[in-house]
């Protein structure tokens, strides 16, 4: 996968040189390209922003430079993949986008090539989106419900969710299809407590059951405990469960809990009584 980044700050970017990230590109699994906006910029100042039309405060990034930016990253990034007519997946990265969930970190790891362009101040001009939406696929996204000071964390925490996912980057496939909220049987459940060697540290004991050796029993008291941990920190995302997934001991955990947060599974009286 190909990844440019266009940003005023690209030295922001040091930590895709290490660890999970810093290793897929190593491989060669992961191409990252930072490219410093101002370099576009044609004024001794290197003036990447102005006053927004209609007022209030302040400052907006200019549709021009980031136009120019854009054309030249994409130009280039055709020239090194030997794409001629190819173009990027857009993402820009704003409070007011999508919301990036891990779905789309799974779409986005099935593209060859993405383009971010985080903008600091309020944001880029909205004509840029206008502009290359009807030319490339463009994405508004945003991480979650809070304002950072720019979008370069949020385009760290996109590469690294997508770049986990890129085949050959996980030494443990498995891992990927754990994931609290990857598709399959553990779809929007958090994943439970993990314990590791020694069996009991300053008094506190592992769970018995993970020393048994009993893998059926382990795999049900693990869903269990999933099960349990997102009824009390997620409510809401009980409601996301596929009812057709549910087993008969999951249905009596959540009815267990179904009168305290209102969720929509309620148990069988007959799972009840078993
Ligand atoms: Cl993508 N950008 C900024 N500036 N703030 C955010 C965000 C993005 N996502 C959540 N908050």
Redesign the pocket.
Known sequence: MRVDIISIFPEYFAPLDVSLVGKARERGILEIRLHQLRDWTRDVHKTVDDTPYGGGPGMVMKPEIWGEAIDAVISEGRSALGVPAGAPRMI????S?RP?TQETAIEYADEPWLLFT??RYE?IDSRVAAEYGSRLRVDE???????????E???LVIVEAVGRLLPGVLGNARSVADDSFAPGPMANLLEGPVYTKPPVWRGHEVPEILLSGHHGKIARWRRDQALRRTLEKRPELVDRLDPAGLDKDDRKILAEFGTACGVSFRARPHDVAN
């Open positions: 820009v990265p704003t409070p986008g990036f985080p903008a944001g996204v945003s991480i979650g419900d809070y304002v950072l000071a720019g979008g964390a949020a385009v």
